[in-house]
């Protein structure tokens, strides 16, 4: 099961940190992953970090401002996000791989609920 949290309103420019808590022993195993989807839109590939955490990878639209980063003796995982702008708008999703640090949606299998980032001009 993963829980997601850390979503809100901000402004342009401004900054938050998502976590995505995770139960169960095996959680180090696993890349795990961020999407997100905005209203109308699919959903969109936003990074992916090893089991270990010594690999990451972003989408082209967060590189540079995004950090994925875990914390295996927590069962956590987050994304911290910096530079924010009223195009991040959209509901974050943390997602467990079953396909290695991949960006395709179908490697995914467990997802969380979701979070929602607001961000106003």
């Known amino acids: 099961q993963l829980q997601a949290s850390g979503g809100g309103l901000v402004q342009a420019g401004g900054s938050l940190r998502l976590s995505c808590a995770a139960s169960?022993?095996?959680?180090?195993?696993?890349?795990m992953g961020w999407f997100r989807q905005a209203p109308g839109l699919e959903r969109e590939f936003v990074a992916v970090?090893?089991?270990?955490?010594?690999?990451?990878r972003y989408g082209v639209s967060v590189k540079g401002r995004f950090t994925i980063s875990r914390d295996n003796a927590k069962n956590t995982v987050y994304l911290q996000m910096n530079s924010l702008k009223p195009d991040d708008t959209a509901t974050y999703y943390c997602?467990?791989?079953?396909?290695?640090?991949?960006?395709?949606?179908?490697?995914?299998?467990?997802w969380g609920q979701g979070t929602l980032v607001t961000v106003s001009s």
């Open positions: 997602a467990r791989s079953l396909g290695g640090s991949s960006i395709e949606i179908r490697h995914y299998d467990y």
């Open positions: 169960g022993r095996t959680f180090s195993n696993y890349p």
């Open positions: 970090i090893s089991g270990s955490g010594g690999y990451t």
